[in-house]
């Protein structure tokens, strides 16, 4: 659990640091220690060496070594980013270490910070400092891991979206509005005599306008949670029917092993694509049937897991051997979930044999093994998901779970503040569900504070973001 006491701007607080950049051994170029807080700039001046009089001013960069404190060890060279407060992420004073890549001198570095009494901050506690100290809103910060987590172009320029504000000021501006009305209300409730009598039907209109709004925003829930989770498709059939040659052909790639002997994939191949923006991981399985060899059983008995398992799964078969028992007896085990018929191999057929369409979303006809299909394949799976409604509220962010369900209480609570108005119940009723939305469309932004709903959402960031 975090400990949530802000640290104000200016003010007393711990300093935290972190490893702001990917970690692995051996590897990058470059890797950033940051330090926020009232002790970041002292830490720094204590360490880092920079030759000649270059200035220690906001938003420049020094050049110079680390040092160790008491042996002057040079840990490593470096350049040093000083953001002071307020103009920073965090707000609070902010210094960057560039340090060199890979895992030694950085945690070297990193450790000289805490010995300095630098505290490692804890998973998303400098976005939640930017929080606390008013430089973005929790949309804005769930962006961020939105984006750092993006697995599709349209998943990051979602993100951006959300980054840039595009969902904190609609639900700021509603929240604004019902707080108007709460007024309203509220100065009806303690100087009626004074007051003119509200307008029912205005108050009425104004609701229903938010309640529009608030329909939209809720519409790109779905495409949210695609783009953020993507699609798990997993290739089922018979052996040789061409799953692993429709993988390859789908990715562009020979991921997997084709040959012409049944049985040839005995685990589960991966590989990740994008269809339409949506990150989809596609799965090719070992090929279905009564095996013997015991490594086949296991195999088949994992396609089985990991067709109950996917979003949707493509029941393969091969067009030249017709829709077999065995199909049939493969359809049975799969009859609950979503899934589409691949006829494979149609190059083989001059005419397509009768198939059951039925219980299937829709049909597809490939010829993995000439890259034919792959298009209509694609169209189909999209079909089968929201990309069409969200197009039509024309939004570009996308909305997650959490502000999902909050604006869903939000609404129920304004259509009852409808009902309530319609069965003419005293004022004092209105400002019950009024204030309810109130509560929850801050809560969505943040300026309406729950404590377990920070926790939620900053300890799944990364430590350093
Ligand atoms: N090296 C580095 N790269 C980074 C970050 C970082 O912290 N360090 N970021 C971290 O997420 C992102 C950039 N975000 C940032 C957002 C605001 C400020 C900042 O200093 N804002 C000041 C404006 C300064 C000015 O006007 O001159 C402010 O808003 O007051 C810096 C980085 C991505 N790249
Ligand atoms: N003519 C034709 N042959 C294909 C097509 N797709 C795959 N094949 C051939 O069918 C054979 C089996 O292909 P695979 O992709 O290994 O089939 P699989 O379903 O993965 O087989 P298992 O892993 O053994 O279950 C290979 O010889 C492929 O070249 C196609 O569309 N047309
Ligand atoms: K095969
Ligand atoms: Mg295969």
């Known amino acids: 659990m975090h400990n949530w006491e802000a640290s104000p701007?200016?003010?007393?607080?711990?300093?935290?640091?972190?490893?702001?950049?990917?970690?692995?051994?051996?590897?990058?170029?470059i890797s950033i220690v940051r330090l926020s807080g009232p002790d970041s700039v002292p830490i720094a001046r204590r360490l880092f060496q920079a030759p000649g009089h270059q200035p220690w001013e906001s938003h420049r960069i020094l050049y110079g070594k680390v040092c160790h404190p008491v042996t002057q060890a040079v840990?490593?060279?470096?350049?040093?980013?000083?953001?002071?407060?307020?103009?920073?992420?965090?707000?609070?004073?902010?210094?960057?270490?560039?340090?060199?890549?890979?895992?030694?001198?950085?945690?070297?570095?990193?450790?000289?910070?805490?010995?300095?009494?630098?505290?490692?901050?804890?998973?998303?506690?400098?976005?939640?400092?930017?929080?606390?100290?008013?430089?973005?809103?929790?949309?804005?910060?769930?962006?961020?891991?939105?984006?750092?987590?993006?697995?599709?172009?349209?998943?990051?320029?979602?993100a951006m979206a959300g980054l840039q504000g595009k969902l904190a000021a609609p639900i700021a501006q509603m929240r604004r509005t019902c707080l108007d009305l709460l007024a309203e209300i509220e100065a009806r409730i303690d100087f009626a005599e004074d007051l003119p009598p509200?307008?029912?039907?205005?108050?009425?209109?104004?609701?229903?306008?938010?309640?529009?709004?608030?329909?939209?925003?809720?519409?790109?829930a779905d495409r949210g949670e695609l783009l953020r989770t993507g699609l798990k498709v997993a290739i089922v059939g018979q052996p040789n029917v061409g799953k692993s040659s429709l993988l390859n052909a789908w990715s562009r790639s020979d991921r997997a092993i084709v040959t012409d002997l049944p049985g040839t994939t005995r685990d589960v191949v991966e590989s990740n694509l994008v269809v339409?923006?949506?990150?989809?991981?596609?799965?090719?399985?070992?090929?279905?049937?009564?095996?013997?060899?015991?490594?086949?059983?296991?195999?088949?008995?994992?396609?089985?897991?990991?067709?109950?398992?996917?979003?949707?799964?493509?029941?393969?078969?091969?067009?030249?051997?017709?829709?077999?028992?065995?199909?049939?007896?493969?359809?049975?085990?799969?009859?609950?979930?979503?899934?589409?018929?691949?006829?494979?191999?149609?190059d083989l057929v001059d005419q397509i044999p009768p198939l059951p369409t039925q219980p299937f979303q829709a049909v597809v006809y490939t010829a993995a093994a000439q890259a034919q299909g792959i298009q209509d394949l694609e169209t189909a799976i999209l079909q089968g998901t929201a990309q069409g409604q969200v197009s039509a509220a024309n939004l570009d962010f996308a909305i997650n779970q959490r502000q999902a369900a909050a604006l869903g209480q939000a609404?129920?609570?304004?259509?009852?503040?409808?009902?309530t108005l319609a069965d003419q119940l005293p004022l004092d009723f209105w400002t019950i569900d009024l204030r309810e939305a109130v509560q929850r469309?801050?809560?969505?932004?943040?300026?309406?504070?729950?404590?377990?709903?920070?926790?939620?959402?900053?300890?799944?960031?990364?430590?350093?973001?």
Do not use: Y
């Open 276 to 346: 339409g923006g949506i990150p989809v991981q596609v799965l090719d399985t070992a090929g279905i049937r009564e095996a013997h060899d015991q490594v086949e059983q296991l195999g088949i008995s994992r396609s089985l897991r990991v067709a109950q398992e996917a979003d949707l799964v493509l029941l393969t078969i091969d067009a030249s051997q017709g829709w077999t028992r065995s199909d049939q007896a493969l359809l049975e085990t799969i009859m609950d979930l979503p899934k589409l018929l691949v006829v494979n191999k149609v």
């Open 411 to 419: 609404q129920i609570s304004l259509e009852n503040l409808l009902q």
């Open 198 to 220: 509200l307008d029912e039907g205005e108050l009425a209109d104004q609701i229903q306008q938010i309640l529009q709004s608030l329909t939209q925003l809720l519409a790109t």
């Open 9 to 29: 701007v200016g003010g007393g607080g711990t300093t935290i640091a972190a490893i702001a950049t990917a970690v692995v051994p051996q590897q990058g170029s």
């Open 75 to 158: 840990i490593d060279e470096a350049l040093l980013l000083l953001m002071l407060q307020p103009r920073s992420f965090t707000r609070e004073n902010v210094v960057e270490f560039h340090c060199h890549g890979g895992m030694i001198a950085v945690q070297q570095v990193l450790q000289l910070c805490l010995d300095q009494g630098a505290v490692l901050a804890q998973p998303g506690e400098f976005s939640l400092r930017a929080f606390l100290n008013g430089r973005l809103d929790l949309t804005q910060a769930e962006s961020i891991a939105d984006l750092v987590g993006a697995r599709s172009p349209q998943a990051a320029q979602a």
């Open 441 to 465: 469309l801050g809560e969505i932004t943040g300026e309406d504070l729950v404590e377990s709903v920070l926790d939620q959402i900053f300890s799944k960031f990364c430590i350093g973001k």
